[in-house]
């Protein structure tokens, strides 16, 4: 179990290549070891110790609990609930056949390693799309002092910064304009993530009978109950993850009658499914919102050129570097959607002085594309045959 442990803590770690951001990390990281955590704590919880215990005098107790762990047993009866510590409300119900068994907690360790696994594959799809783009670039962008051609001839160890910066800079020229679908990929993977959270939270509902969908801020105001007030008080945790129950245990007398066996059951189990289920309900809230403010942040990206160039240029802002404004606008106003997000991607995987330099060799470099460019059609234009003149004027009349 220890190396389980030393797992989860590592897959909290950053990769060394960031190919997505923050909001994504929440859903891949966060809610993977918030459910893994819980299912992993819900091995252990029942690896040493007991789930269930039951107290039977007339039949052997080994047998009876194990019994009533596996086929479920149900709340205790209105009547009794007052002298019960954990009291359920069992408004609906009318007697034993109707009142929910707790059969279905014997599934909360696999349902959350389901959904870790199911928070899991939007960023294995993304990582699928992405295709090793951003590593292609290399990592020598990350090198936290970099230093000039001039200091390297003078033998002086280093990432040469101007090395670097024209080999990012002619691969990111051959993909010039073939980045739209890429974006278009990460955006729906992003949004395949808000998908999932209506979907899990929807699961969870269905999962634990209909009283998971407010179930933390019943929790909340429960426990801002007085402890008079509670004592006669349904108990929001114990509806869903009831601690103390009633089993009954049907058997065959010696003379061949049928036989019913009552006892009361502590189900030691829910002590903890209650509490990971409390974080669990406040994290995806949580992500519900975040969703919305971040959905709403994308749609303005997307149809915004100046928030695109406002998103680049507030982390590589200068005061003491006027020009780095006037290279970013022209670099993007040469861009695609998609080759903005290329580069707001490299941007993550670089230092910032690199980024500065990176974008003002774009700049240049593209600029003098463009004066090729026009060059080669004032050539054309200039060395236009006489012949040729004519016909296009021919042509014109006829």
């Known amino acids: 179990m220890a190396h389980l442990l030393s797992e989860l803590i590592t897959y909290l770690e950053f990769d060394e290549i960031n190919i997505d951001n923050w909001y994504f990390k929440l859903y891949y990281k966060g809610c993977v070891v918030c459910f893994f955590a819980g299912s992993l704590v819900g091995v252990l919880s029942q690896y040493f110790g007991q789930p269930i215990s039951c107290d039977f005098r007339t039949v052997h107790s080994d047998m009876a609990t194990d019994y009533c762990w596996i086929h479920g047993s149900s709340y205790i009866p209105p009547e009794y609930q007052p002298h019960m510590k954990c009291i359920v409300d069992l408004q609906g119900v009318t007697g034993e056949d109707d009142a929910p068994d707790t059969s279905y907690y014997q599934w909360v360790v696999f349902m959350q390693a389901f959904q870790a696994c199911m928070f899991r594959f939007p960023y294995n799809l993304w990582k699928f799309f992405e295709g090793g783009l951003i590593r292609s670039f290399g990592t020598d962008g990350q090198a936290a002092i970099m230093i000039r051609a001039s200091d390297a001839s003078r033998n002086v160890d280093g990432v040469v910064i101007e090395r670097v910066s024209g080999r990012f800079v002619n691969y990111f020229k051959s993909i010039l304009h073939q980045n739209q679908w890429y974006f278009v990929k990460y955006v729906f993977c992003e949004w395949l993530n808000f998908g999932f959270v209506f979907i899990n939270f929807w699961v969870i509902d269905l999962f634990l009978d209909g009283k998971f969908r ?30 103390e129950v009633s089993c009954t245990i049907p058997n065959i007398g010696a003379a061949g009658g049928e036989q019913h066996h009552n006892s009361f059951c502590v189900l030691a189990q829910n002590i903890i499914n209650e509490k990971i289920y409390f974080v669990i309900w406040f994290y995806l809230a949580f992500l519900l919102v975040v969703s919305v403010g971040f959905t709403v942040y994308r749609i303005c990206s997307i149809f915004f050129e100046p928030l695109r160039f406002w998103i680049l240029f507030v982390k590589i802002r200068n005061d003491y570097d006027d020009d780095i404004s006037e290279a970013l606008e022209s670099v993007l106003s040469r861009c695609y959607i998609g080759d903005w997000f290329v580069l707001h991607q490299l941007n993550k995987n670089v230092n910032v002085y690199f980024f500065r330099w990176f974008i003002k060799e774009l ?23 006489p012949h040729h003149d004519q016909k296009i004027r021919q042509d014109k009349v006829m």
């Open 214 to 243: 407010y179930y933390g801020v019943e929790a909340v105001q429960y426990s801002l109950l007085s402890p008079a007030e509670q004592r006669v008080s349904s108990n929001p945790y114990c509806a869903i993850f009831p601690t």
């Open 363 to 385: 700049r240049n470099e593209l600029g003098r594309e463009d004066k090729h460019s026009r060059h080669k059609r004032i050539f054309r234009t200039k060395n236009v045959s």
